[in-house]
């Protein structure tokens, strides 16, 4: 059965401190991984990474791919209270499948 | 230009009843996916729409359906409403199939949180 694990559950830290959060999948065939943020209630897109797109950094994120050994990181480096939030790993599992499946999702808290 | 639109913003509804929830995608946007969310979990695929024709069905009883109109809104409605209902219902929209297309992004609206008494 397809899934996706995230690790840790939760987290707390302090502003400044470098965070990575973790993404381990089984699927049956990969085709891309997403990372969203979830602050209340919508999720909002962070990053896509493919076979042809292993790596990708936007600002104070950073993400990365390992296709070998099945896992993604989300590294987010000088924390600001502004990053707590619920991030989600996603996974499409190939090629007439319709869905993406999910992580539980790691829950972030950046304290002042 | 907006984002992808649900309403209601919150529900409360007692065992038995019926609700529907509406969508609106992102402009040109011709997919749309309905996710669950249960507190404290990641989101469940319950179905995806795309051009007016169910492409996917996730692992949910018949009392869940759905539809796809020409403007490419959609509504999700569930029958006989039972306390593990309650949940945050996601919506998303893509520009195509995400069954078939590659590397399709989705975009998610706020959702509606249904509270089932």
Redesign the interface.
Known sequence: EDKVVQSPLSLVVHEGDTVTLNCSYEVTNFRSLLWYKQEKKAPTFLFMLTSSGIEKKSGRLSSILDKKELFSILNITATQTGDSAIYLCAVHPGSGTYKYIFGTGTRLKVLA | DA??TQSPTHLIKTRGQQVTLRCSPISGHKSV?W?QQVL??????IF?YYEKEE??R?NFPDRFSARQFPNYSSELNVNALLLGDSA?Y?CASSFR????S??E???????T?LSVL
């Not at chain 2, 199939?97 to 078939?100: N, T």
Request: charged fraction near 10%; aromatic fraction near 16%.
């Open positions: 984002g992808v996916s996710y404290g979990q990641g989101p469940q695929f995806q492409r996917g996730g945050l996601l199939d995400v069954g078939f590659t590397n992004k989705l975009f998610f609206g706020s959702g949180q």
